[in-house]
């Protein structure tokens, strides 16, 4: 078809130029996509707080399958991260008590566990996620620990 009309070579290459750059940009694209911070929430890395959990059980709330105290590793508005000896059962419900570096406490706050990676033989990281606050008043002193 260019062989017939040479006045057209011109415009045929900057077309090719800018499919190319299209893809190229696409895939650019795509690819900061896989990288992208995918949590709601801006998580913070804390030092000497300790989180104490109850895994409680639908039916029979007062008896907990479960508890101890751990170390945790980071906190935001929308969860907890903590290492456990205890490898915890994925989507189980926990009753937890949080006292932040000797600033406040936070009581009664329910989770679910929504990841559990074994770290080496007998450790496991715990993600958790914040379903229900018994204190809005805890929600709003997290709020600023956060914002500073």
Known sequence: ???????LRPLY????VMVNMYKFLRFIDKKMNEFKEKRRFK???VEHTDANYHLVDFTFWAQPLASGVN???DI???GISFNSKDCLPKDSLLNLNI???????INDLCGRIVRVRQLDD???EIGVNFSWWSSEQDKVKLFEFLKN
């Open 1 to 7: 078809m260019l062989r017939y009309w040479p006045w």
């Open 13 to 16: 290459n900057q077309y090719l």
């Open 43 to 45: 998580r913070i890395k």
């Open 71 to 73: 170390q945790l590793r």
């Open 76 to 78: 935001s508005l929308g």
């Open 99 to 105: 006292k932040i570096m000797d600033l406040f406490k």
């Open 122 to 124: 007998k450790d496991y």
